[in-house]
């Protein structure tokens, strides 16, 4: 088995999609990709281009907020990476729903039902979904009913889920996948790659709790109304400093999330130990707060986190580090790096990118690819979980 | 009060403890929280700051890399949204009086894409927020790209505007404010700036491709020509040659062969100047006139070209010397060339000098510059001004000397021309009334080491 990269930064999309082919055609017939796209591309003017290109293969992936390759790093929305895979054991199963507008658990269910169709146990499973379901006003398609939903159909089947909510831009303004044979929006597709690829996966932080633990006391949905009996965005105002009826409540999602703290809530802190959610919105009229996710039920326990810079550089440096240590003497075929997109330096405001300090930290030959993201999903504990303000970085490998 | 440390607090105490270390966390954290977003404010700005800075140095990079200047702005937007993070963005060149036609845009994916806009009174200077009224320039500009926040320039003298536009005033992107001036403004005169020098330049190599063109033709025009020229003259020479010389027995008259004679020196000049616009067409066309190169004894070569010149030297009454060390390496050159070259400079030495005058011709090996060839005459002279006109081919046609003294007046430059392909450098030195120098360097690797 092989993977090549390539990566664009061009103006056209037929030019992006060439460009992106040149290292992968020069080593042959790829049998299957995955490619990430910007927003200012047309999607199907890319995908076309690459068919005519690399022969008509299942591509899956999406659209991307950034695309990220030891070539060059970028989410201005007209980088394209693409990654080929050769001369794999067995093509790998790609199965697609397009009834995320329908439910998203029911759509999971529908493509878990599916992958437990092909016996996967101890299988790698890469899913993508469209995360944007509306844009006025701002809905997303939550991760966390869809890997729900995917369990319930898994069944007993045990398998590695990795995954990344798409966007077209770090705006939240679109966004689509490439479900194998085209693009389609509202639609999410999971690829069960061949029994001999493992994985091994690190999630980097960069929150750190500013608060005391606090109850969800009311909760609907993504729709946060009140912590510990007091409305919501009365608590974060009274953080904050600020009176979130005057500031554009969309940089709540710059400045804080919530945290929920997994295992001993008392232990000393650990990064891993937190699933942190992103705030979308505040609705001063409500006093709410909209999570990117509906995953926080009635009672849950949670902290007001704070998003540090400094602290997300660490944890890359560390993450990465210990990827490769983890991963030293196996035989690694590529990484796949899953990149929220609001840790990069332009809405983070970190002095640095952090993909780059990954980049440089992941001192490896290995072929990388990766994309800025809405949502990162990596397994938590015994099952993976949609994660925000993270960056995945998964290695593939092969054997046992 | 000390509580002593084995006393058990109440509950009460505890829960009041509790509470204490809980709001001074929380209000730790809050104080955090800020400093953080306080921060990352600062950061975000010092990066947009930056952004003009980077994009301008980004954007002239362009010059390097491409001469065609449709594909400028294409280029140019790829740098501009990946420093802005905007979602669309265009260029725009004023057609008619309130007429824009858009050059190049970014950010439509697949929709329907603007061609023109309509717009009466363009600002040099445009932003909206949500708090811009819509109507004139703003609302014709949010409907060109489709998006209620846009950012605009226009440059009225080179005619070109960039807009930049955005969904939304939060995440990456903040409100369009006065302060974005500097970055709208740079990245127009940026694009402007590389397209005037793209056109220049572009107008530079037609021009020289036309003067190349025409100097090929007028070569090309001048050897045809000089071939066609030179077979009837050698026969007009021969011929006369026969006549003059009485060759098939006495002439029936003495103008006979006066006429003769006059035939065959004008023919001998014709043949002589033809032959030079011959060597100079073949000069011009680089490369065209190819050395024979082998090692000789330069001492001899400047011996047969002395002795070629000194009959009509001592015509004139005119001195001839010659310096040269006894022991001068070989010189590995064409020596039928530097023949030509040592025979044409003598020759015209010998003609701008008037009787009585001196003529020496000196060579000496220089220190890392290789052989030195020295021509200096005590002649007529020429002035500074004179002197390129001398050296370009033709030039000398024109020359007061050219008329007073018989030659083609194209010696000097195809001199100049050899010696240049003999990898040389050729200088004139010269004052009026006082003399001419005509100083040839060979380069090192010309001379030949002795065994």
Same mark, same amino acid.
């Given at each position: 088995?092989?993977?090549r990269?390539?990566?664009s930064r ?15 055609r020069?080593?042959?017939?790829? $049998?299957?990709g995955i490619?990430?796209?910007g ?12 068919k005519?290109?690399?022969? /008509?293969?299942?591509?899956?992936? +999406? ?5 990220i390759?030891?070539a060059?790093i970028?989410y ?7 990654? +080929?895979?050769? /001369?794999m !054991?067995?093509?790998p199963?790609?199965?697609v729903?397009?009834r995320?507008?329908? +439910?998203?658990q029911m ?12 016996a996967? /146990?101890?299988r790698?499973?890469?899913l993508?979904?469209s995360?944007?379901?509306?844009t ?8 966390s009913p869809?890997v ?9 089947a045990k ?5 990344a ?9 679109n966004?689509?996948?490439? =479900?194998g044979?085209?693009?389609?929006t509202h639609?999410?597709?999971?690829v069960v790659?061949?029994a001999?690829l493992?994985?091994? #996966? ?11 633990f606090m109850?969800i006391?009311k ?5 946060v109304?009140?912590l ?10 009274g953080?904050l400093?600020? =009176?979130l009826?005057s500031?554009?409540a969309?940089?709540? $999602?710059l400045?804080a ?10 232990a000393?802190y ?5 699933v942190?959610?992103?705030i ?9 707060i909209t ?5 926080f $039920?009635?009672g ?11 602290l ?7 993450? #990465?580090? !210990? ?13 796949l790096?899953? /990149?929220c997109?609001g ?9 640095? !990118?952090?993909?780059?300090v990954m980049?440089? $930290?992941f001192k490896?030959?290995?072929p990388?690819? +990766?994309?800025?993201s809405?949502?990162e ?5 015994a ?18 | 009060m ?19 270390y809980?709001r ?5 954290g809050?104080r ?31 010059v390097?890399?491409?001469n ?22 265009a ?15 970014v950010?439509?994916?697949d ?10 009174s ?6 909206t927020?949500?708090q811009?009224p819509?109507?004139?320039p ?9 998006l ?7 440059d ?6 960039l ?26 005169s940026?694009?402007?700036?590389i ?18 063109t025409?100097?090929?033709?007028q ?9 066609e ?15 003059r010389d009485?060759i ?9 062969q006066?006429y003769?004679?006059?035939?065959h020196?004008s ?10 616009i011959?060597d100079?067409?073949?000069?011009e066309?680089e490369?065209e006139?190819?050395?024979?190169e ?16 000194l ?11 010659t ?18 070259i040592?025979?044409n400079l003598?020759?015209n030495a010998v ?5 009585g005058?001196?003529?020496?011709l000196?060579?000496r090996?220089?220190?890392?510059q290789?052989?030195l060839i ?9 002035t ?15 020359n007061?000397y ?7 007046g ?14 040389g450098s050729?200088?004139?030195?010269s ?21």
């Amino acid at each position: 088995m092989a993977v090549r990269v390539g990566f664009s930064r061009s103006f056209e999309a037929g030019a992006a999609a060439k460009a992106c082919a040149g290292p992968i055609r020069a080593l042959g017939q790829a $049998s299957w990709g995955i490619a990430f796209c910007g927003g200012k591309h047309n999607p199907e003017a890319f995908l076309k281009a690459l068919k005519a290109e690399l022969g /008509d293969i299942p591509i899956v992936g +999406g659209s991307a907020a950034g695309a990220i390759t030891r070539a060059g790093i970028g989410y201005g929305g007209l980088e394209t990476a693409v990654a +080929g895979f050769f /001369d794999m !054991e067995e093509p790998p199963f790609i199965t697609v729903t397009k009834r995320l507008g329908e +439910g998203e658990q029911m759509a999971g269910r529908e493509l878990g039902e599916a992958v437990r169709s092909q016996a996967p /146990d101890g299988r790698v499973v890469l899913l993508f979904y469209s995360s944007v379901a509306a844009t006025a006003p701002l809905r997303l398609h939550p991760g966390s009913p869809l890997v729900t939903g995917f369990y319930e159909g898994l069944g007993n089947a045990k398998v590695t889920l990795i995954g990344a909510g798409t966007l077209t831009d770090m705006n939240l303004s679109n966004s689509w996948i490439f =479900d194998g044979t085209g693009m389609t929006t509202h639609s999410a597709v999971a690829v069960v790659l061949p029994a001999d690829l493992c994985a091994e #996966t690190a999630i980097l932080h960069g929150c750190v709790p500013v608060s005391s633990f606090m109850q969800i006391t009311k909760v609907h949905g993504a729709e946060v109304y009140e912590l510990d009996g007091r409305p919501a965005v009365q608590v974060l105002e009274g953080m904050l400093g600020i =009176d979130l009826g005057s500031c554009g409540a969309q940089e709540l $999602s710059l400045i804080a999330t919530l945290g929920e703290k997994h295992g001993d809530r008392f232990a000393p802190y650990d990064e891993n130990a937190y699933v942190n959610r992103l705030i979308l919105n505040a609705n001063p009229s409500t006093g709410s707060i909209t999570l990117f996710e509906p995953d926080f $039920s009635n009672g849950a326990i949670v902290q007001v986190m704070s998003r540090d810079n400094a602290l997300m550089i660490e944890s890359v440096r560390k993450g #990465t580090e !210990e990827i490769l240590r983890r991963t030293a003497g196996r035989d690694g075929q590529v990484a796949l790096y899953i /990149d929220c997109a609001g840790r990069a330096s332009a809405r983070s405001g970190a002095p640095v !990118e952090e993909a780059d300090v990954m980049l440089q $930290s992941f001192k490896s030959d290995m072929p990388l690819i +990766g994309l800025y993201s809405g949502v990162e999903i990596a397994p938590v504990n015994a099952q993976s979980r949609p994660l925000d303000w993270t960056a995945v970085l998964t290695v593939l490998y092969r054997g046992g | 009060m000390m509580i002593p440390a084995d006393t058990p607090m109440s509950h009460d105490r505890l829960v009041q403890e509790l509470d204490y270390y809980r709001r001074e966390c929380n209000d730790l954290g809050a104080r955090v929280l800020r400093l953080q977003e306080e921060q990352s404010r600062a950061f975000r700005e010092a990066r947009r700051s930056r952004t003009v800075a980077r994009l301008i140095r980004e954007a002239y990079k362009l010059v390097d890399r491409t001469n065609e200047i449709d594909e400028i702005g294409a280029l140019m937007l790829d740098i501009i949204v990946n420093n802005t993070i905007c979602d669309r963005a265009a260029f725009l060149q004023r057609k008619g009086r309130d007429e824009f036609a858009v050059t190049h845009l970014v950010g439509f994916e697949d929709e329907r894409t603007p061609t023109t806009l309509v717009l009466p009174s363009a600002p040099l200077f445009f932003y909206t927020t949500s708090q811009t009224p819509m109507e004139s320039p703003a609302s014709e500009l949010t409907r060109l790209l489709r998006l209620p926040y846009v950012l605009w320039a226009f440059d009225a003298g080179s005619a070109f505007a960039l807009i930049l536009g955005n969904r939304s005033e939060g995440n990456v992107s903040r409100p369009f404010e006065p302060g974005d001036q500097e970055l709208i403004e740079g990245a127009l005169s940026v694009y402007a700036d590389i397209v005037y020098r793209k056109r220049t330049e572009g107008d530079l190599r037609a021009a020289k491709r036309e003067a190349d063109t025409a100097r090929a033709a007028q070569a090309s025009f001048l050897a045809s020509l000089s071939h066609e020229l030179r077979t009837p003259l050698n026969a007009i020479i021969g011929f006369s040659e026969v006549i003059r010389d009485q060759i098939l027995g006495p002439n029936g008259k003495l103008k006979h062969q006066e006429y003769a004679a006059h035939i065959h020196d004008s023919g001998t000049h014709l043949l002589s100047l033809i032959n030079d616009i011959l060597d100079l067409s073949k000069l011009e066309k680089e490369g065209e006139i190819p050395l024979n190169e082998e090692g000789f004894d330069v001492t001899g070569v400047v011996d047969r070209a002395v002795r070629d010149a000194l009959p009509i030297a001592q015509e004139k009454g005119l001195s001839v010397e010659t310096s040269i060390p006894a022991q001068l390496p070989q010189l590995f050159a064409d020596p039928r060339r530097i023949r030509q070259i040592l025979t044409n400079l003598l020759s015209n030495a010998v003609k701008f000098t008037p009787s009585g005058g001196k003529i020496v011709l000196s060579t000496r090996i220089e220190d890392r510059q290789g052989l030195l060839i020295e021509i200096a005459d005590t002649g007529i002279g020429m002035t500074a001004q004179e002197i390129p006109r001398a050296l370009a081919p033709f030039g000398q046609i024109q020359n007061v000397y050219s008329r007073e003294h018989k030659g083609t007046g194209l010696g000097l430059p195809i001199c100049k021309a050899l010696v240049e392909l003999h990898g040389g450098s050729f200088e004139v030195a010269s004052v009026p009334g006082q003399g001419t120098t005509v100083t040839i360097r060979l380069p090192p690797d010309r001379l030949v080491p002795s065994p």
